[in-house]
């Protein structure tokens, strides 16, 4: 692996384990000393974060943890739902195996059975999948594709609500889910929009306002 690979596959797995908090500045002085490599490489591991929607170029600042907002979070979670409810309408109307789906609930359950607490790197990588399993269904490799591009930067969004999920709570909520999908037609639809705008964006939106509230009451 090239050291710019390396160096943005050992942040990427920080960043997705919440190690770094939104806003936070990645130096990249601070940075070269760390991975003993030159700036020009450090520079070129950022880019391939801020491709993948990880980090952010802020003018005067540099690169910072993508930062979080109401217009980001809508953004993400609309691009989401066309992506995961087009697909889902496809797969359904040429009558797909759900099975994929299931698999992936499954998953989640033994992940929250062997340890209550696993890293929540390792659960958000469950959580992709049993969503990403949803968009394979309909064939499509162009869809995958699309779907492949924001896999983690949701991830990173999701790192903000880890106060209000545990592992036995994300796999009922995707295990009901997986029932309600098998229903088929416009109930698996609904089923599907309502976890996304209300489980995830809501969520999100939710730790938003607390965050800003803090804050406020702070004086930030």
């Not at 999908?181 to 489980?199: F, K, R, V, W």
Request: glycine share 6%; hydrophobic share 45%; net charge neutral.
């Amino acid at each position: 692996m090239a050291a710019p690979e390396r160096i943005a596959a050992a942040l990427r797995g920080e960043l997705l384990d919440g190690a770094h908090p939104v806003g936070t500045r990645l130096r990249e002085e601070d940075l070269a000393a760390r991975f003993d490599v030159g700036r020009h490489t450090v520079r070129s591991a950022l880019r391939l974060l801020v491709e993948r929607g990880l980090v952010a170029h802020e003018r005067h600042r540099g690169a910072v943890v993508a930062p979080l907002s109401r217009a980001r979070i809508d953004e993400v979670f609309d691009y989401r739902k066309v992506l995961e409810l087009g697909a889902l309408r496809m797969a359904l109307a040429a009558g797909a195996d759900l099975t994929p789906v299931l698999a992936e609930a499954e998953r989640l359950e033994s992940l929250a059975e062997r340890s209550p607490r696993p890293s929540w790197r390792e659960l958000t990588r469950a959580h992709s999948a049993f969503h990403r399993a949803i968009v394979a269904l309909a064939g499509n490799r162009h869809l995958l594709d699309s779907y492949r591009r924001c896999e983690d930067e949701v991830r990173l969004l999701l790192t903000f609500v880890r106060p209000d999920f545990d592992a036995a709570s994300l796999a009922a909520v995707h295990r009901a889910l997986a029932d309600q999908l098998q229903q088929g037609g416009e109930a698996a639809a609904d089923a599907l929009t309502e976890d996304i705008d209300h489980t995830g964006r809501a969520a999100l939106l939710a730790a938003l306002h607390r965050a800003e509230e803090s804050a406020r009451l702070l004086g930030h």
